[in-house]
């Protein structure tokens, strides 16, 4: 499995770069799963109905499935974003790409999203300056990054170049659990 993380902050284009690459991942009959980091209190499934009738009433997991899909509803008693290491450790390991969106503290390796300063996007710094494991800056705004870098830049307006990136570099991306410690 190859592991990429889309690192950013609200509003800079990361669901949208990840949506776009998914299908294009599909269309070359690979198959690919999403970790997605939640920054607020979200439900996945609707008021009234069973699945969240037995969440509410108590239950710390809810498994729901069908004859086409399955979904695991699970209530933390204290609260805090597990590891994401945990979370990969819980996707199918016979998917070919496993795209995280978020964890952008995370080691993994992962292509930043960088929109240049705007009213709305003012106060957030980048990340590949102090990130390590930032291995490319998708950016709409070259020019206007604030520290000059040798890191690939990519169009982020252009999921195909994106993905040809990574295809590319795919072994850059194989996943290698961390040592148990």
């Known amino acids: 499995m190859k592991v990429v993380g889309f690192a950013a902050y609200s509003g800079?284009?990361?669901?949208?770069?990840?949506?776009?690459?998914?299908?294009?991942?599909?269309?070359?009959?690979?198959?690919?799963?999403?970790?997605?980091?939640?920054?607020?209190r979200f439900d996945v499934d609707?008021?009234?109905?069973?699945?969240w009738r037995h969440r509410k009433a108590g239950a710390s997991e809810v498994l729901v499935v069908s004859d086409v899909r399955m979904a695991l509803m699970r209530e933390f008693a204290d609260a805090g974003?597990?590891?994401?290491?945990?979370?990969?450790?819980?996707?199918?390991p016979t998917v070919d790409w496993l795209l995280v969106e978020g964890f952008r503290g995370s080691d993994l390796p992962k292509v930043e999203v960088w929109r240049a300063p705007a009213a709305d996007f003012a106060g957030h710094p980048a990340r590949y300056p102090d990130d390590p494991a930032v291995r490319a800056i998708a950016t709409d705004a070259p020019g206007a990054l604030p520290v000059p870098t040798a890191l690939p830049?990519?169009?982020?307006?252009?999921?195909?170049?994106?993905?040809?990136?990574?295809?590319?570099?795919?072994?850059d991306f194989a996943y290698r659990a961390p040592a148990a410690g």
């Open 46 to 51: 609707t008021p009234g109905k069973d699945s």
């Open 12 to 40: 800079a284009g990361k669901t949208t770069l990840v949506e776009a690459l998914i299908p294009r991942f599909v269309a070359r009959g690979l198959r690919v799963a999403v970790i997605k980091h939640a920054h607020h």
């Open 81 to 92: 974003t597990p590891p994401v290491h945990d979370l990969i450790a819980q996707i199918d």
């Open 153 to 171: 830049l990519l169009e982020l307006n252009d999921p195909d170049r994106v993905l040809a990136w990574l295809l590319d570099r795919a072994a």
